[in-house]
């Protein structure tokens, strides 16, 4: 159960959270004040999401053999279909035009260029990306 404690309900945690739990990290503050907010990530925000167990393993479970984003993969043949749901499943919107302009621009000469196969490291390092922008960024 330990191992699967970042994947809890925020109401199934104890409180306060436990101390390096993501919901410690990013949202359980000690509610002591209701002005207790700051705009600013923290860096132990930054180092969670860059280098994080929880970032880690969101990445590898959305590369793997057979994952949700492959299947995306498989039904269009495309890998703008993967990052229409990636923008999805990590940000909660749509992906812009442009944004899939820069994407393909920046990862066509090395996951895309001649290629007619779903590419899992693509999938790992936008979902990577995205869950890294500034977009998901949580106010304490």
Avoid: M
């Amino acid at each position: 159960v330990e191992k699967n404690r970042d994947y809890s309900a925020a109401c199934e945690i104890e409180r306060p959270a436990p101390r390096n739990s993501f919901l410690a990290v990013f949202g359980a503050g000690d509610r002591t004040d209701i002005e207790d907010d700051d705009a600013a990530p923290t860096l132990e925000q930054v180092l969670v999401l860059l280098n994080g167990q929880l970032t880690r393993n969101l990445v590898r479970e959305t590369a793997k053999d057979g994952a949700y984003f492959e299947k995306q993969y498989d039904e269009s043949r495309g890998h703008r279909s993967v990052a229409e749901a990636a923008f999805i499943a990590v940000l909660n919107r749509p992906l812009a035009e442009d944004e899939w302009k820069k994407i393909s621009d920046l990862t066509e000469p090395k996951y895309l260029k001649g290629k007619r196969k779903y590419s899992r490291d693509f999938t790992a390092d936008l979902v990577w990306s995205l869950i890294n922008s500034q977009e998901f960024i949580h106010v304490r």
